[in-house]
């Protein structure tokens, strides 16, 4: 029970450790990820050594090629490092990996927590035929990673850990060996659909995809005497049009670019994308295969899923777009759509509705339930809060204007918010709901950000309730809900002390019993006098 | 998009619900032992303040009136909270729960099933060991869940934590 600390039942078996077990041999990664660093080193190194030895003529600063250089010569020397030093086996309890040359770090985690075994692929994996193999614990302290196995291996190092309940044809001619694995029966729960292209294109950070590479473009073309930002300059004619101008034009040209740069980047991770119900171990498993050139395979222990979450960031919930992730205990839950836990992409909210309805079985989907709004008083705190937030931060900025810390107009970046943080108080009440449904507790908030949570109540593991004078003036009270999945907690700002508790009772009343009751049977446990 | 209905007045639920407070106070010594803790506080902060403040000119039209401010809260602190906080914090352990009550201008209740919790520690630090307290701290799978209950006399946590590891040990459940 005691986590760290070696209980009963695991005496029977050697300690965890390097030395236990000296019978099974450890495994070296594959050769070929050397081979393949090798060729990323000249490939890394040829332009540096073009412009300095070649040319001979580094008109602008050489330093940024001298660094590409040495990245590209660290990495290699890292990848040939690891390749000597990691070894790892699966033995009869436990998957370990040694690393390090010169301190051994030992690294475990028991078969039976095993969460998630995925294999990923880069482009120079697939050449090479290789796969990383990461294998998931539910703790980020003991998950790691294998870089790299070849394709076979690591299919069979997944086989073992997560072997599925039949058996599986070897490898269907031209497909990917680790890709779709036609299992012994598999519910389909969602495919791909090319308008999900789309839904992925529009990010205000679009323009990040087109401005990193041609920073990077711009240093590397600078030894050579290239100038590309003067060059961009000539193009929009910077002199003529001004400063502004000029942005928006660069603007106007870098969001379509960027646009288009997010739909190949999707299209190559996600085509093909199919989310299934299978089984693996005995246990029902959510499947992903996702990818056109890296094929990517997620595995997740449908046991642990104990929820739902709906992200809406402000752009997308205008455009009617969520992204989908599970709640379940083990895996890392992160914003990145990368995470194993996100089992949607940007799609549209019917959709996300339809496959959250098929991944949480069994009754009524808890994320179609009515949601309560909160009291009129949580939109006055967030009114009140976003009024005196600038108006402190304007007066002390005029203040600090005034003798001269800052400069004199700082205090109108004040006066500026004041629009914003009126407009997010008024997002952030309407974000604000609770319901109980089935098995199920719902919350939703955030203002710029809306996250909608549906949780299985025995994933509660307590109660947190907040209340501050205000909220204790206007009968409210913040409700935070610690679990062991997801992201550890989950937030119900500002319900009605009512709806608070009658929510606390509703999803575990046995929980509930021990403090809270009814109002004419007060003094059931009435404090003894001080 | 959920509809969301109209507010608490359609509410099914409306047997009126309270919250029980948790059995038992503190140690009364936990009021000697947060006034303490604070002034050391205030002493160092307030100290490199005012050093601050004395030292360099520059800064000193916007370092003293923050000086003053911070002298001012800990001031209130040193008064008020200590015994504020004696007042309302609270804790009780039952067979099933653990259950806490702290805070003094926001008020916080924890609860933590028996089934939940991973580990149950005391904790002294030095100034609580000369005054005769120590601290509950209860772990759980998550770490908002968990609860810490200070100023309780030394005797009484020992037995506590004694008790409470009893029964989790003797209570089903995966503690996730």
Known sequence: ?530 | MTETSPPASADPDSEELVIHPPRHRVDRRFILWRTLNTLFWALGVMGVLVTLCALLDGMRTWLLPITLIVGAIYLVNLAVMPTCRYLVHRWETSDEAVYVLQGWLTREWRIVPISRVQRIDTERGPLQQVIGLATIKVVTASSEGGITIEGLDARVAEETVRHLNRITQATPGDAT
């Open chain 1, 1 to 530: 029970m005691t986590a760290g600390n070696p209980t009963p039942d695991t005496t029977a078996e050697p300690a965890p450790g390097p030395e236990s077990h000296p019978e099974i041999p450890w495994e070296r990664l594959s050769a070929r990820m050397v081979w393949i660093n090798l060729v990323r080193l000249v490939i890394s190194v040829v332009p540096g050594v073009l412009a300095t030895a070649v040319l001979d003529t580094p008109t602008g600063p050489a330093w940024p090629l001298l660094v590409a250089s040495a990245v590209g010569v660290s990495a290699t020397a890292l990848a040939c490092l690891r390749f000597l030093s990691t070894r790892y086996r699966v033995t009869g309890e436990r998957v370990e990996r040694t690393t390090g040359l010169l301190v051994r770090k030992y690294r475990y985690v028991p078969r039976d927590r095993v969460r998630s075994v995925d294999s990923s692929a880069r482009l120079r994996h697939r050449l090479a035929g290789v796969r990383v193999v990461h294998i998931g614990s539910g703790e980020a302290r003991s998950s790691f990673k294998l870089d790299a196995l070849t394709a076979a291996t690591a299919e069979e190092l997944r086989r073992e850990l997560m072997p599925d309940a039949a058996g599986e044809p070897e490898e269907e001619a031209g497909r990917e060996t680790l890709g779709p694995q036609p299992g012994p029966h598999e519910e389909v729960i969602a495919r791909f659909r090319k308008p999900w292209v789309l839904y992925q294109m529009f990010s205000v950070w679009a323009v990040l995809v087109v401005t990193g590479p041609a920073f990077g473009l711009h240093w590397l073309l600078q030894p050579f005497g290239v100038d590309l930002l003067e060059l961009v300059g000539e193009l929009v004619d910077y002199e003529r049009r001004g400063f502004w101008w000029s942005l928006a034009l660069c603007l106007a040209v870098a969001y379509p670019l960027g646009f288009i740069g997010l739909a190949l980047t999707f299209v190559m991770s996600h085509w093909d994308f199919t989310l299934v119900r299978t089984t693996a171990k005995g246990h029902p498993v959510l499947l992903t295969r996702r990818g056109l050139l890296s094929t990517r395979t997620v595995h997740r222990d449908e046991t642990r899923v104990r929820g739902i979450t709906f992200r809406e960031p402000l752009l997308w919930r205008w455009l009617g777009l969520t992204r989908t992730s599970v709640i379940t205990t083990g895996l890392r839950q992160g914003p990145d759509e990368d995470s194993a836990a996100g089992v949607l992409p940007r799609v549209r909210m019917w959709e996300a509705r339809e496959v959250a309805a098929r991944v949480l079985t069994g009754e009524p989907s808890p994320l179609e339930a009515p949601l309560r709004r909160h009291p009129r008083g949580a939109l006055t705190r967030r009114l009140v809060w976003a009024a005196c937030g600038p108006a402190v931060v304007t007066g002390v900025l005029f203040w600090l204007g005034r003798t001269d810390v800052l400069p004199d107009r700082a205090w109108l970046v004040g006066v500026g918010a004041w629009p914003v943080t009126l407009f997010a108080a008024v997002f952030s009440y309407l974000a604000l709901g609770h319901a109980l449904s089935g098995s199920y507790l719902v919350v939703r908030r955030g203002a710029v950000n809306r996250s909608t949570v549906a949780l299985q109540h025995r994933a509660v593991i307590g109660w947190t309730l907040r209340q501050s004078i205000p909220q204790r003036l206007g009968r409210r009270v913040t409700v935070r809900i610690p679990t062991p999945a997801g992201e550890r907690h989950y937030v119900l700002p500002d319900a009605s002390t009512r709806q608070a508790l009658a929510f606390i009772k509703g999803s575990t009343p046995q929980l509930a019993a021990q403090f809270i009751g009814e109002a004419e049977s007060g003094g059931r446990r009435a404090a003894p006098p001080p």
